[in-house]
């Protein structure tokens, strides 16, 4: 167990270092999310009524599409000098890799929410009309959900061409009960009008089957050359 | 076994006639829906073929995970693209008989999503199939047939939280349906399982000589390069 979190801490490091001094993957996210904010705002112009019952659909349209750029850059670095074949013949645990770029994913991601939902807010005039803490919670098992599958499909569609195009293809028919979850537990709260207690249970039941999914499958993944 | 695939072809077009048949003409008339009732015969048909194809796919893809075996891979391609057809008529003649019955083509109704999430994650995985580059395709689309097999449960519970418009099922939900009713839609099932199982045949013949061709080209090509040397 320590071996696991060793190298998962190593490689979380490491991954972390290298987006702090170059910030590839949060500033095209950033610049990419800002963009989904403005096109949609302008389009709508919605009234705050408005705004409270559509912003949950928007919110996370905008941070699903930002997630993919950084999703598909997950392995691009590994990829360029062999670091990955290096990976699958070094004794470590391949789950640990897993891990490490999930949660780096999932911290880019995160960042990226933080500094994006203050937009939102001041474009779509929102102000939450039911408990507005459990976006939090919201946000972070929603979070998990797309990093989860998101980084494990990365891997999957190195191996094909035109991977950019792939991820997505794959990860979206997949994600649509968390994005349903997500997107009906933002808008309950945002509009007082309906318990998000079911919602978020659903999000809990599917970041608990698929991160297992993935952590049985990550090995069988990676050795597939 | 050469001979039985045309004993099964006359098979199959009998069926398919008599099936049709009965659905158009002996099957009695619904009393308030009236005529467009007689899509049911072809909506459930292709539904559970579907469905039954969908199964098979995912028992091939875990058989492939655990065995490797060179046999699961090929039954997984082709009961993924059979079933996706006959998913695909699910969806279409569903609005069809929709439209005048409820007045609405399309709603967000637990049976409806799940079908039609279904039906998007298996274009996701022959997409995959398509573009996948490396050896391991059939290891990489077993994987996601898991992962699609495991997002259906969550895609119904999420939606059953709604309340649910679709009928409901005429076997074991309770509902009852006329005997005559009963007789031509398990006719028209048969009809259908056969040709399913006609198609896939073939296809599965095909994959199979596709990849002997593939075989002996890359065999060929190796033999030239020592020659070349």
């Not at chain 1, 959900?145 to 792939?166: D, K, P, Q």
């Not at chain 2, 005429?170 to 259908?192: E, K, T, Y």
Request: charged share 15%; proline share 4%.
């Amino acid at each position: 167990m320590s071996l696991i979190s060793n190298i998962t801490a190593a490689t979380l490091a490491k991954d972390i270092r290298l987006e702090w001094r170059s910030k590839d993957a949060i500033n095209s996210m950033l610049f990419f999310g800002l963009l989904v904010v403005v096109v949609f705002s302008f389009s709508f112009d919605p009234i705050a009524e408005e705004s409270r019952r559509i912003a949950g659909g928007l919110v996370w349209v905008a941070f699903l599409f930002a997630a993919v750029v950084a999703l598909n850059q997950t392995w691009a670095r590994e990829v360029r000098n062999q670091v990955l074949d290096a990976y699958r013949v070094s004794p470590a645990p391949a789950n640990s890799l897993f891990l490490a770029k999930a949660l780096g994913n999932f911290l880019f991601v995160i960042v990226l929410e933080a500094l994006m939902t203050p937009l939102f807010i001041v474009f779509y005039k929102l102000r939450a009309l039911g408990p507005a803490w459990m976006l939090i919670p919201i946000a972070v098992l929603g979070t998990w959900a797309l990093v989860v599958n998101g980084s494990f499909f990365a891997a999957m569609s190195l191996r094909t061409r035109a991977r950019e195009i792939m991820l997505p293809l794959l990860l979206f028919p997949i994600s649509l009960p968390a994005i349903l979850a997500m997107v009906r537990a933002t808008t309950a709260i945002l509009t007082a009008d309906e318990p998000a207690k079911f919602w978020i249970v659903l999000l809990v039941a599917y970041d608990v089957v698929f991160t297992t999914a993935c952590l049985l499958l990550f090995e069988t993944v990676l050795q597939a050359e | 076994m050469k001979r039985a695939f045309p004993i099964l072809g006359v098979l199959t077009a009998v069926l398919l006639s008599y099936g049709l048949y009965e659905a158009l003409v002996a099957a009695p008339t619904e009393q308030t829906m009236g005529d467009v009732q007689r899509i049911f015969y072809y909506h459930v048909s292709s539904a559970w073929t579907a469905f039954l194809l969908f199964t098979i796919n995912f028992v091939a893809s875990v058989i492939y995970l655990i065995r490797r075996s060179p046999v699961a891979d090929p039954v997984a391609v082709v009961t993924a693209e059979v079933g996706l057809v006959f998913c695909t008529v699910v969806l279409v003649t569903g609005p069809i008989w929709a439209r005048p019955v409820w007045g609405i083509w399309w709603t967000w109704d637990v049976r409806l999503t799940s079908t039609l999430v279904l039906w998007l994650i298996y274009v996701s995985y022959l997409m995959l199939r398509r573009f996948s580059t490396s050896g391991q395709t059939p290891l990489l689309a077993a994987v996601l047939a898991v992962f699609g097999a495991l997002d259906v449960p969550l895609v119904y519970f999420s939606i059953w939280f709604f309340r649910t418009q679709h009928p409901q099922p005429v076997i074991g939900g309770g509902g009852s349906i006329d005997s005559r009713m009963m007789h031509a839609l398990l006719i028209n099932w048969l009809a259908f399982l056969c040709f399913a199982f006609l198609v896939c045949w073939s296809r599965y013949r095909l994959e199979m000589l596709r990849r002997e061709v593939e075989e002996i080209q890359s065999q060929k090509s190796m033999f030239e390069a020592r020659g070349a040397r």
